[in-house]
């Protein structure tokens, strides 16, 4: 490969994760937005009619937004080991990255939400106009919990005692232990029959033992590890399908996700397999959307939705306990839910930020490390000089595992 190939392919490397960032971004405002709104009657007169409600309640699906992300995060940590020529996958670094790159930002969302309940709780409950407002921080803070919100991987904890947002970084946690398993099975698959049947394993895991468990979500994992191995053929048909085609595939895809008005009418209740497995229908058909068709790539990487998808995984661990800590005051101040709930994202908005720049940045460049180093040392490789002054790697031990560590430093809900 020339060099000018070379930047090609780094460069479309690089816009690829652009958009699926920006995708997070979106789906973790709308994530947002819905816990806002459910903190307000529905039917307050500043929402408008009837039918606005009605749609704005259908496309604030948090739950759908959730197993977008999910599907990411298959589609994602996949990508640089399963698809054609990928590169070799190593258990310690994949499992070290994942798990530097969740905790720290984590951890510190965990600390925020206590902090906030010790000094707002009885404000907010004073305050809180709805009985799903109130059902936060209504359990007690035991040390059993505390082990299982720091820990997340010896179960679900209570999550009345802090908010509930915190499961679906139970299961990106305890399914990331399974993943790489998944990443073989369908890697080396060498038919569609073969893929076939791993898809059908997960759901028959997700049926037998998901239902109150992590398991439940894997095969949307799945879906997005599948997508990865196929990443070129997909690509290829549809870069050849035509603008009308792609618009109807992005409306079902759309309709896919947000299935449960229409799903929970015939008795389809959250959580259901067969929901979830729709919405992971509809989430891979917008993920390779995304990934093909370069007029809906270049909307999403415009620079406010890569700042949204940059900060994306801060904004959906520290929303919900700093709402549920500003409400009571913006509405003092406005009385009125719209200038609540503006007022609210704005501020999380901006607390996104410095969480970012203070602890989720500094983890992805110490996961890198911490990888490396590791590795080598396993493998008896030169290790990874440390250069004092910055604290930073001063030298890389192995081209191969640099390469793609762009791509492999990025997830859905939890980016890597």
């Known amino acids: 490969m020339s060099q000018g190939q070379r930047e090609k392919s780094a460069s479309?490397?690089?816009?690829?994760?652009?958009?699926?960032?920006?995708?997070?971004?979106?789906?973790?405002?709308?994530?947002?937005?819905?816990?806002?709104?459910?903190?307000?009657?529905?039917?307050?007169?500043?929402?408008?009619?009837?039918?606005?409600?009605?749609?704005?309640?259908?496309?604030?699906?948090?739950a759908a937004m959730v197993d977008f992300f999910f599907v990411l995060s298959g589609f994602v940590l996949a990508l640089p080991?399963?698809?054609?020529?990928?590169?070799?996958?190593?258990?310690?670094?994949?499992?070290?990255?994942?798990?530097?790159?969740?905790?720290?930002?984590?951890?510190?969302?965990?600390?925020?939400?206590?902090?906030?309940?010790?000094?707002?709780?009885?404000?907010?409950?004073?305050?809180?106009?709805?009985?799903?407002?109130?059902?936060?921080?209504?359990?007690?803070?035991?040390?059993?919990?505390?082990?299982?919100?720091?820990?997340?991987v010896f179960g679900v904890p209570n999550l009345d005692m802090l908010y509930g947002a915190l499961w679906s970084i139970c299961v990106e946690i305890q399914v990331a232990i399974l993943l790489p398993l998944f990443f073989f099975l369908i890697g080396s698959a060498r038919s569609w029959s073969a893929v076939a049947f791993v898809s059908t394993l997960s759901v028959v895991v997700a049926c037998m033992f998901g239902l109150s468990t992590s398991l439940l979500f894997l095969p949307l994992f799945v879906m997005?590890?599948?997508?990865?191995?196929?990443?070129?053929?997909?690509?290829?048909?549809?870069?050849?399908?035509?603008?009308?085609?792609?618009?109807?595939?992005?409306?079902?895809?759309?309709?896919?996700?947000?299935?449960?008005?229409?799903?929970?009418?015939?008795?389809?209740?959250?959580?259901?397999?067969?929901?979830?497995?729709?919405?992971?229908?509809?989430?891979?058909?917008?993920?390779?959307?995304?990934?093909?068709?370069?007029r809906f790539a270049a909307l999403l990487r415009r620079k406010p939705l890569l700042a949204l998808g940059k900060v994306s995984y801060s904004l959906y661990l520290i929303h919900v306990p700093l709402l549920m800590g500003v409400f009571p005051v913006f509405d003092r101040l406005t009385g009125s839910p719209a200038a609540c709930i503006a007022g609210g994202i704005a501020t999380a908005f901006a607390l996104s930020w410095v969480v970012y720049l203070m602890v989720e940045e500094p983890s992805i460049s110490v996961g890198r490390w911490l990888a490396r180093t590791l590795v080598a040392q396993i493998r008896s490789e030169p290790r990874v000089v440390v250069n004092a002054d910055q604290g930073e790697p001063a030298a890389v031990t192995s081209r191969r595992m640099a390469r793609d560590e762009s791509a492999s430093d990025r997830s859905s809900l939890a980016p890597q």
């Open 224 to 294: 997005g590890v599948i997508a990865a191995r196929y990443r070129g053929e997909i690509q290829a048909r549809l870069r050849q399908a035509s603008r009308s085609a792609a618009i109807l595939l992005f409306l079902l895809g759309m309709s896919l996700i947000f299935n449960r008005p229409v799903t929970s009418r015939i008795g389809w209740t959250y959580p259901d397999v067969r929901t979830e497995m729709l919405s992971g229908l509809g989430a891979v058909l917008l993920i390779a959307l995304a990934d093909s068709r370069e």
């Open 81 to 152: 080991y399963v698809a054609p020529k990928g590169r070799r996958f190593d258990i310690v670094d994949f499992l070290t990255r994942r798990a530097v790159r969740i905790y720290p930002t984590y951890w510190v969302s965990l600390i925020f939400a206590l902090v906030v309940r010790w000094l707002a709780s009885d404000s907010f409950h004073a305050w809180a106009p709805t009985e799903s407002g109130r059902s936060h921080w209504t359990a007690p803070i035991t040390a059993r919990d505390l082990a299982l919100h720091f820990s997340l």
């Open 12 to 62: 479309n490397t690089h816009d690829r994760i652009s958009q699926l960032d920006a995708m997070r971004g979106v789906a973790a405002l709308v994530v947002c937005f819905g816990h806002a709104f459910s903190f307000f009657p529905w039917d307050a007169a500043s929402f408008g009619s009837r039918l606005t409600r009605r749609a704005v309640y259908t496309l604030l699906d948090g």
